[in-house]
């Protein structure tokens, strides 16, 4: 068995302050530091698990969060830097996904750090109008290759978004949302030992996890946030001004639309 983490930051145990997420920020260090650690916490569970092959993705930002020389070998190859427009490298390769430091959708009462994509600029999302974040359409994009989410971990309103559209996924709940940037903490072992143990049961669980999908076809609404400028239609025939704060976006597949609507 093989498996894709891939891996954002707004999730990682002890994470809850915007300087700790963003790369020109005075904590950015210290957020990278605690993305690693929990990185390698869920790589040792999946080979105590028996996974054959690991792939991570930073898929955080410009992707240069995970600090190199601190990583486990656990993992065959992590992936950095440009993908050359691939939302999951290696996916073809694997058998189940796992999302790891995934963040509520944008709205989310006490969520922290919840967004959706661009907190700068998106509002909301929604997709045949139900309200998505980052977790369901990646979800539903790794489903489109057949491949199930069979782990998330996060904060508490993340493992409930999870739960709503996935029963069956194991969640690690690393940490409970006070309000967009404060959060109650594990200890840090407790928390690495959590994903640990999460990452066990998530294996033994894979064979219940079923692909994750959206019916087609898609229509995507985006909601930009007060004097956002809205894209281009120039070039774009995908795109559809709706009014002042709204556009549609249609797409062949969710991994395409993801590029799409990241404005």
Request: hydrophobic share 40%; aromatic share 8%; glycine share 8%.
């Amino acid at each position: 068995m093989n498996v894709l983490v891939m891996v954002d930051i707004e999730g990682i145990s002890g994470i809850y302050a915007k300087e700790q997420v963003v790369a020109d920020q005075r904590r950015f260090q210290e957020g990278r530091k605690y993305m690693t650690a929990d990185i390698n916490a869920c790589t040792s569970g999946l080979k105590a698990a028996g996974v054959d092959k690991i792939y991570v993705y930073d898929c955080h930002g410009g992707s240069y969060s995970i600090i190199w020389d601190e990583v486990s070998d656990d993992a065959d190859y992590y992936i950095c830097g440009n993908t050359a427009g691939k939302r999951f490298p290696g996916i073809e390769d694997c058998d189940a996904v796992i999302l790891l430091g995934y963040h509520s959708m944008a709205g989310t009462y006490h969520g922290i750090l919840e967004h959706s994509w661009n907190s700068s600029n998106v509002q909301n999302v929604f997709i045949n109008e139900e309200k998505v974040g980052e977790l369901a359409m990646d979800a539903a994009a790794a489903g489109e290759y057949g491949k199930p989410v069979i782990m998330i971990s996060g904060d508490d309103n993340t493992c409930a978004e999870a739960k709503a559209l996935m029963p069956e996924v194991v969640c690690a709940e690393v940490k409970k949302g006070l309000n967009t940037y404060g959060a109650m903490l594990m200890p840090p072992h407790a928390a690495h030992e959590l994903i640990y143990q999460k990452s066990i049961e998530a294996v033994q669980n894979f064979n219940n996890c079923k692909p994750f999908s959206f019916d087609k076809p898609l229509k995507c609404r985006v909601e930009v946030t007060e004097r956002t400028v809205l894209p281009n239609v120039h070039g774009a025939p995908y795109v559809k001004i709706l009014d002042g704060r709204n556009f549609e976006v249609t797409a062949d597949t969710v991994e395409e639309l993801i590029y799409r609507i990241c404005i």
